[in-house]
């Protein structure tokens, strides 16, 4: 064969090779026939050649274009999908809304035998025993043969509703100047009933209504 035929045949082969090369996307094998006729003319095609000519054939290997992902492995669980970066700052929770404060405990305003008032949360306080002062037949208070003493129980009410606050306010009062002048020994005692009322008036309606 000459140069000529030579570089005419590694033309076809090229081309060739670009016309089947969409059968590489393709997984199965290529046949190429290589054909010489009688006068030495050489053709590659796809197809057998034709009868009077001489036939080569060459099977050329499909490759596919995008690699197919490898099966899993039997009994092995396709890998799970990538979950959301975590967020870098959470967002603080919600704080819960606060109870709406409650009105106070009820109170009571009692009076006394001698017409003072005051107010308690007892609705029934202590009796007392009151002196009674006593005179000697001649009228002279300290010719009083003994002493004695009247059980006095003070008359108390409910306080309404709608003055509740300023009730408790009185009590604070009360038992904030008890607290201030109090002996030695009774100083820890009023303190804490001292602040127990007052944390009684700021924590209620009454402290909202004093700070709104």
């Not at 039997?74 to 704080?95: H, S």
């Given at each position: 064969?000459?140069?000529?035929?030579?570089?005419?045949?590694?033309?076809?082969?090229?081309?060739?090779?670009?016309?089947?090369?969409?059968?590489?996307?393709?997984?199965?094998?290529?046949v190429?026939?290589?054909?010489?006729?009688?006068?030495?003319?050489?053709?590659?095609?796809?197809?057998?050649?034709?009868?009077?000519?001489?036939?080569?054939q060459?099977?050329?290997?499909?490759?596919?274009?995008?690699?197919?992902?490898?099966?899993?492995?039997?009994?092995?669980?396709?890998?799970?999908?990538?979950?959301?970066?975590?967020?870098?700052?959470d967002?603080?929770?919600?704080?819960?809304?606060d109870?709406?404060?409650?009105?106070?405990?009820?109170?009571?305003?009692?009076?006394?035998?001698?017409?003072?008032?005051?107010?308690?949360?007892?609705?029934?306080?202590?009796?007392?025993?009151?002196?009674?002062?006593?005179?000697?037949?001649?009228?002279?208070?300290?010719?009083?043969?003994?002493?004695?003493?009247?059980?006095?129980?003070?008359?108390?009410?409910?306080?309404p509703?709608?003055?509740?606050?300023?009730?408790?306010?009185?009590?604070?009062?009360?038992?904030?100047?008890?607290?201030?002048?109090?002996?030695?020994?009774?100083?820890?005692?009023?303190?804490?009933?001292?602040?127990?009322?007052?944390?009684?008036?700021?924590?209620?309606?009454?402290?909202?209504?004093?700070?709104?």
């Amino acid at each position: 064969m000459s140069r000529t035929a030579r570089s005419i045949a590694r033309r076809l082969l090229l081309a060739v090779c670009c016309l089947f090369a969409s059968f590489a996307a393709q997984a199965a094998d290529v046949v190429i026939y290589r054909c010489t006729d009688a006068s030495g003319a050489l053709t590659l095609q796809n197809a057998p050649c034709p009868k009077g000519t001489k036939q080569e054939q060459r099977t050329m290997q499909g490759v596919n274009t995008v690699p197919m992902a490898p099966a899993a492995p039997a009994g092995q669980a396709p890998a799970a999908a990538a979950k959301p970066a975590a967020r870098t700052a959470d967002a603080p929770p919600a704080r819960a809304t606060d109870a709406a404060p409650l009105p106070p405990p009820v109170l009571f305003q009692c009076t006394t035998y001698d017409k003072d008032t005051y107010v308690t949360e007892d609705s029934e306080p202590a009796s007392r025993c009151v002196s009674l002062r006593t005179t000697g037949l001649d009228g002279n208070p300290q010719a009083g043969a003994g002493q004695a003493c009247e059980v006095v129980r003070d008359t108390c009410a409910r306080v309404p509703d709608g003055g509740l606050c300023e009730a408790w306010k009185k009590r604070g009062d009360e038992t904030e100047v008890a607290y201030r002048f109090a002996r030695r020994e009774n100083v820890e005692k009023n303190r804490a009933e001292y602040e127990r009322v007052a944390r009684i008036l700021s924590e209620s309606t009454c402290g909202v209504a004093q700070n709104p």
